[in-house]
């Protein structure tokens, strides 16, 4: 190699380790951090999913309610979902938002914008598979069922500079079967003085048995707070 040669290759090395730093520098970074326990929910900005906004696909869960039961006449959240219910709680806790994936290829979800004012800002939910989690009744019909490594799930919660119309991933997790999940996401000051959406979405993991269809992701709550 040339000398010639040699120095374009190193002009080209060092233009792409330039080029990588400054996006990586104009890209925020999400802190993820597992929570031990569900934490005090504010209500801040924000209004949980503890109902679900679609009747396509709703199964009840009592005797004697109708989706029509169930559903609010007004909602703050948008969105798709196979199932909901708010009378009989999931692995010990109420209002659950069920995303179960339509097909290998396209997820279910809930979404809500909102207004951001100036300051530093986390994110926290609580999400599980809750295959297994399910009344008799309905594990004796068919729905759920899968255990172990059977029912797992991808789950990702996006968030949406409106402004920007520039979506950023910040939590993307298969959920293992068993348990509710508890996390908080740093958001940094990014989105401060800002309109954004939040959407919470599944997807199909084949990661357990090779069954796609045991993907009962489920949405407990989600809440903005300040620090």
Not at 117 to 124: E, I, W
Not at 170 to 194: A, H, Q
Request: overall charge neutral; charged content about 20%.
């Amino acid at each position: 190699m040339n000398k010639q040669l040699l120095l374009v290759v190193i002009v080209l090395f060092f233009l792409i380790v330039a080029i990588t730093t400054f996006f990586s520098i104009q890209r925020p970074h999400f802190t993820v951090t597992s929570l031990s326990s569900k934490p005090t929910l504010l209500g801040t900005y924000i209004r949980n999913p503890d109902i679900i906004h679609s009747y396509e696909g709703f199964l009840s869960l009592s005797q004697g309610i109708s989706p029509n039961d169930l559903l609010p006449i007004s909602s703050d959240w948008n969105g798709t979902a196979f199932v909901g219910f708010s009378v009989t709680p999931l692995g010990g806790r109420n209002g659950i938002a069920i995303i179960h994936p339509v097909d290998t290829k396209k997820g279910r979800f809930i979404e809500q914008e909102t207004y951001l004012p100036s300051g530093k800002y986390k994110l926290v939910f609580g999400i599980a598979d809750v295959a297994d989690m399910f009344p008799p009744e309905v594990l004796q019909s068919g729905i759920g069922g899968f255990g172990g490594d059977c029912a797992d799930v991808g789950i990702k919660v996006i968030v949406t500079d409106l402004e920007k119309g520039k979506d950023y991933i910040v939590f993307d997790k298969i959920i293992r079967n068993g348990r509710w999940y508890d996390y908080s996401v740093e958001l940094s000051s990014y989105f401060s003085n800002k309109r954004i959406k939040v959407r919470a979405e599944s997807y199909a993991a084949d990661k357990g048995c090779g069954l796609w269809n045991g993907e009962w992701a489920a949405v407990d709550y989600i809440d903005i707070q300040p620090y």
